[in-house]
């Protein structure tokens, strides 16, 4: 079965410091998503991604952090300046985009990030 | 504004209990809702998927959507210590052409015991 996959599961870095999040979407969606938990509180939204462009962002999506698809398979998340408050799992999710009214969102395993 | 509310629990049910969960939402464009099982420290993966209103049964699990009382159910029958997980509640759409990003409830923490 098609999963949309994540690397690394786990990060440690030091404030200030630059992180990349990888994800393999899976290969026949056209959106793309970020999330993120800080333990112990809610999924929330950061970025949706289509057609090499950003489509939403939240207010917690601010200059500090970027997203990319460099090529046909992989789509990044770049937090530029890492602050204490970033640490949190990071998710990757994918959806194929057509309203059939199966349409959902598929999540990879994460990445949990540490600032230190 | 767009909030979902659901009750963190914990739950704790003996096997083959049924287990009712439950969210509530304010955002009447809601459409696409959502039931996600999350394991400690992993991703949310997707058990139920209902568009709009009315029921959806897979299995044990069957998902109930009322629009009008802007209420989310899911049940599980016979429950499993293996459905022990944190239970998430999602919700989305009516903004537009696709579903957009997903409001999340906060988990309803579950354990089965044997």
């Known amino acids: 079965e098609p999963e949309v996959t994540q690397t690394p599961s786990h990060q440690v870095t030091q404030m200030g410091q630059e992180v990349i999040l990888r994800c393999v979407p899976i290969?026949?969606?056209?959106?793309f998503y970020w999330y993120r938990q800080i333990l112990g509180q809610k999924v929330e939204f950061l970025v949706s991604?289509?057609?090499?462009?950003?489509?939403?962002k939240s207010e917690i999506f601010d200059d500090q952090f970027s997203v990319e698809r460099p090529d046909g398979s992989n789509f990044t998340l770049k937090i530029r300046s890492t602050k204490l408050e970033d640490s949190a799992m990071y998710f990757c999710?994918?959806?194929?985009?057509?309203?059939?009214?199966?349409?959902?969102?598929?999540f990879g395993p994460g990445t949990r990030l540490l600032v230190l | 504004q767009k909030e979902v509310e659901q009750d963190p629990g914990p739950l704790s049910v003996p096997e083959g209990a049924i287990v009712s969960l439950n969210c509530t939402y304010s955002?009447?464009?809601?459409?696409?809702f959502m039931w996600y099982r999350q394991y400690s420290r992993k991703g949310p993966e997707l058990l139920m998927y209902?568009?709009?209103?009315g029921n959806k049964e897979d299995g044990r699990f069957t998902a109930q959507v009322d629009k009008s009382s802007k209420y989310i159910s899911l049940f599980i029958r016979d429950s499993q210590p293996s459905d022990s997980a944190t239970y998430l509640c999602?919700?989305?759409?009516?903004?537009?052409?696709?579903?957009?990003?997903?409001?999340f409830g906060r988990g309803t923490q579950l354990t089965v015991w044997p």
């Open positions: 999710a994918s959806s194929d985009g057509q309203l059939t009214g199966e349409e959902t969102q598929y």
């Open positions: 290969s026949n969606h056209l959106y």
């Open positions: 991604f289509y057609n090499n462009e950003i489509s939403e």
């Open positions: 955002n009447s464009a809601f459409q696409y």
């Open positions: 209902t568009y709009s209103s």
């Open positions: 999602a919700m989305g759409g009516g903004g537009g052409s696709t579903l957009g990003r997903l409001y």
